[in-house]
């Protein structure tokens, strides 16, 4: 049941929302109305499910929906355009995956920290830097997905990739769950198997500015051993 109340807040959020700029600074009596509605329904029924679901995940699920369907109403409703790289910031990409309910990272591309860090690993072997002028010519060019940026630096890289530790700190999303389908998109980007990636995540403890919620910390180690590259 509390899962229908978050429910019912989002369609209460969003509505709101999208009637707030028909409301044309409440000047226009319906729109007007419909946004006052839409705004108190929305946080009676969100705290209806804050006595049974953490605040965190409660309001990164209603936030996070709540960006998306007022993107779409607001291309349906109002003809606002869309770009890729707004519709890539809806949601936030981590190693490549799309973690549901969690607004994603502000960037020029889609934001996946995880795939620039491990990157920025394979620049610091071969000496060939991408995350700078070569991602941002491939970004003008309409090529947001990090991925590609990735695969670009692995064109560079001479040996057979043995592992990759990638270690996270962060407050906010909650990485452990996700591992598993983490550790399979880089493997299968890397070419390697999935036991040859090692995930770790921590949250800080609020000791730091990522563990604070202000960002998030990835480091990667990359070992290669020499020898043509397979896969």
């Not at 949250?203 to 990522?210: A, F, K, M, N, V």
Request: charged share 15%.
């Amino acid at each position: 049941m509390v899962y229908l109340f978050l429910f019912i807040a989002i369609l209460c959020e969003v509505t709101a929302t999208t009637a707030l700029k028909a409301a044309n600074g409440f000047t226009v009596l319906i729109p007007s109305v419909v946004t006052v509605a839409g705004y108190a329904g929305a946080f009676y029924f969100l705290s209806l499910c804050l006595s049974s679901i953490p605040l965190g995940v409660a309001y990164a699920v209603w936030s996070g929906m709540g960006i998306v369907l007022v993107s779409v109403l607001g291309w349906f409703f109002y003809h606002q355009s869309l770009d890729w790289a707004a519709i890539t910031g809806i949601v936030m990409i981590l190693g490549g995956v799309v973690f549901p309910g969690e607004v994603g990272l502000l960037a020029n591309s889609d934001g996946d920290v995880v795939l620039h860090a491990i990157t920025n690993a394979v620049s610091g072997i071969t000496g060939r830097n991408i995350l700078g002028r070569v991602a941002d010519e491939m970004c003008q060019s309409g090529i947001t997905d990090s991925a590609e940026y990735l695969l670009e630096a692995l064109k560079s890289l001479e040996g057979r990739i043995v592992h990759l530790s990638i270690s996270m700190e962060c407050l906010r999303p909650k990485i452990s769950p996700m591992i598993p389908a983490m550790r399979e998109k880089i493997a299968e980007l890397l070419g390697v198997e999935p036991a040859a990636i090692g995930i770790t995540a921590t949250t800080g403890e609020g000791l730091t500015d990522c563990g604070k919620g202000l960002g998030i910390s990835v480091l990667c180690i990359l070992t290669v051993e020499d020898g043509p590259c397979e896969g």
